[in-house]
């Protein structure tokens, strides 16, 4: 009887010990699991360039181009130049008919020689009545006759005169020459084709000056033009050569406003050298204009200057060893969240730097230029320095997870086959 009741208390000793293990064991377990770290996201200080730029679209023109047409109206006789020509200054471009030009201008001086000889008649006419009138042999009436036949005879010689020029200059305009050392763009008329010269001058020819110095005309929203100014440095790229990235500078910003779909932009001139000659005039580019250009300066991130942390991490994080004076961290609360970060945007003064043994504290610093994604150090860090941009609390199993998913060494979860 003795024998079996000390069998049961054993039973009961063991099954007890056995859960009070098991206890242990599942405390163990879930204090593991709930133990937490505190995560920080850091950005080591380097030196790098600060650029902002104005991205928009235009058009390749050449700097100096010439519509190149006649003053005539008649039929085009030859033409001795095409497209992609070269010409030079005074070249022969081409000629029209000049039968009707000349035989206008052989009118012209037929009548001026028929002119020119009655006016002499006259002349001699006058003279002759004028000394006879001095004698007192003729009336004061025929003196007066003489002298009024003399006159308009002049004044009809010299009407003729100038129709000789003009058709003579008339005669000139048969013939096109270039007026500028360039390039023929175009050509817009052929041989046997009539040009009318009524109202307006007829282009024959466009001719380019020089296509080794181009322009770009690019419409800049009016959101942008205030950022623009001349000199600036200018890239662009064309789709002809996707590859290739052309540079020119501002040299104009026209104040000339042009509207299109409610959209209003302002035309900016770009200088841009065409040496290859690979920019022809037409072609589409995508400019970039760099209205701001910092380089070789120690970059900070903007989230380094947005980021505070609150004071519950702060309380679980490694004590820092100094800390500026009048400097409070702030609740992690969205108010004030916003309201620190629009206070830090307006002027950002301080991040968080790292220290070696996983410390960190607050650090004042200067910033120059910006880009809104990058700040200019002037003061505070130095090259190297490590500044916190983000905090957060995790697991120590989602911390070794994420440490493994990070190990390059680690193979990779298995497929399933």
Same mark, same amino acid.
């Given at each position: 009887?003795?024998?079996?009741?000390?069998?049961?208390?054993?039973?009961?000793?063991?099954?007890?010990?056995?859960?009070?293990?098991?206890?242990?064991?599942?405390?163990?377990?879930?204090?593991?699991?709930?133990?937490?770290?505190?995560?920080?996201?850091?950005?080591?200080?380097? #030196?790098?360039?600060?650029?902002?730029?104005?991205?928009?679209?235009?058009?390749?023109?050449?700097?100096?181009?010439?519509?190149?047409?006649?003053?005539?109206?008649g039929t085009i006789a030859n033409i001795y130049v095409d497209y992609?020509?070269?010409?030079?200054?005074?070249?022969?471009?081409?000629?029209?008919?000049?039968?009707?030009?000349?035989? &206008?201008?052989?009118?012209?001086?037929?009548?001026?020689?028929?002119?020119?000889? &009655?006016?002499?008649?006259?002349?001699?006419?006058?003279?002759?009545?004028? &000394?006879?009138?001095?004698?007192?042999?003729?009336?004061?009436?025929?003196?007066?006759?003489?002298?009024?036949?003399?006159?308009?005879?002049?004044?009809?010689?010299?009407?003729?005169?100038?129709? @000789?020029?003009?058709?003579?200059?008339?005669?000139?305009?048969?013939?096109?020459?270039?007026?500028?050392?360039?390039?023929?763009?175009?050509?817009?008329?052929?041989?046997?084709?009539?040009?009318?010269?009524?109202?307006?001058?007829?282009?024959?020819?466009?001719?380019?000056?020089?296509?080794?110095?181009?322009?770009?005309? @690019?419409?800049?929203?009016?959101?942008?033009?205030?950022?623009?100014?001349e000199g600036q440095r200018v890239e662009f790229t064309v789709d002809?050569?996707?590859?290739?990235?052309?540079?020119?500078? @501002?040299?104009?910003?026209?104040?000339?406003?042009?509207?299109?779909?409610? @959209?209003?932009?302002?035309?900016?001139?770009?200088?841009?050298?065409?040496?290859?000659?690979?920019?022809?005039?037409?072609?589409?580019?995508?400019?970039?204009?760099?209205?701001?250009?910092?380089?070789?300066?120690?970059?900070?991130?903007?989230?380094?200057?947005?980021?505070?942390?609150?004071?519950?991490?702060?309380?679980?994080?490694?004590?820092?060893?100094?800390?500026?004076?009048?400097?409070?961290?702030?609740?992690?609360?969205?108010?004030?969240?916003?309201?620190?970060?629009?206070?830090?945007?307006?002027?950002?003064?301080?991040?968080?730097?790292?220290?070696?043994?996983?410390?960190?504290?607050?650090?004042?610093?200067?910033?120059?230029?910006?880009?809104?994604?990058?700040?200019?150090?002037?003061?505070?860090?130095?090259?190297?320095?490590?500044?916190?941009?983000?905090?957060? &609390?995790?697991?120590?199993?989602?911390?070794?997870?994420?440490?493994?998913?990070?190990?390059?060494?680690?193979?990779?979860? #298995? #497929?399933?086959?």
């Amino acid at each position: 009887m003795n024998t079996n009741r000390k069998k049961k208390k054993k039973i009961i000793f063991a099954i007890i010990a056995i859960a009070i293990v098991l206890c242990i064991l599942i405390a163990l377990l879930l204090s593991r699991k709930s133990a937490t770290t505190i995560v920080k996201e850091t950005v080591t200080i380097s #030196r790098g360039n600060i650029v902002n730029a104005i991205t928009a679209t235009g058009t390749i023109e050449p700097i100096s181009s010439v519509e190149v047409g006649t003053q005539v109206s008649g039929t085009i006789a030859n033409i001795y130049v095409d497209y992609n020509s070269v010409v030079k200054k005074g070249q022969l471009l081409a000629e029209l008919d000049k039968t009707v030009l000349e035989s &206008e201008l052989k009118s012209q001086q037929t009548n001026l020689a028929s002119a020119k000889n &009655e006016m002499d008649y006259q002349q001699k006419n006058f003279n002759r009545i004028k &000394e006879l009138y001095e004698k007192e042999a003729v009336s004061q009436t025929d003196y007066e006759d003489a002298e009024y036949k003399y006159k308009n005879a002049s004044y009809t010689y010299e009407r003729l005169k100038l129709q @000789v020029v003009t058709a003579q200059k008339n005669l000139s305009y048969a013939t096109i020459v270039s007026p500028i050392d360039g390039v023929v763009l175009s050509r817009a008329v052929s041989e046997g084709q009539t040009v009318a010269a009524s109202f307006n001058t007829p282009t024959l020819f466009t001719i380019a000056n020089d296509l080794t110095k181009m322009q770009v005309i @690019v419409d800049i929203d009016e959101a942008d033009i205030g950022q623009v100014k001349e000199g600036q440095r200018v890239e662009f790229t064309v789709d002809a050569f996707p590859n290739d990235v052309f540079e020119g500078k @501002v040299i104009q910003v026209r104040l000339e406003a042009k509207t299109t779909s409610n @959209v209003v932009t302002y035309s900016v001139v770009v200088e841009a050298p065409n040496p290859d000659l690979k920019l022809m005039p037409g072609l589409t580019a995508n400019v970039s204009v760099f209205t701001m250009e910092v380089n070789d300066v120690l970059v900070l991130p903007a989230k380094a200057l947005r980021f505070n942390p609150d004071i519950a991490l702060l309380k679980k994080a490694p004590k820092p060893t100094k800390k500026p004076e009048g400097f409070a961290p702030q609740e992690n609360t969205p108010a004030k969240n916003m309201e620190s970060s629009k206070n830090q945007q307006d002027k950002p003064t301080m991040v968080w730097l790292e220290e070696s043994g996983n410390d960190m504290h607050p650090q004042k610093v200067e910033v120059g230029a910006n880009n809104g994604t990058e700040y200019e150090v002037l003061k505070g860090l130095k090259e190297g320095d490590k500044v916190v941009v983000s905090m957060k &609390e995790v697991s120590l199993k989602e911390q070794k997870q994420e440490e493994m998913n990070n190990n390059p060494f680690m193979p990779g979860p #298995r #497929r399933k086959k």
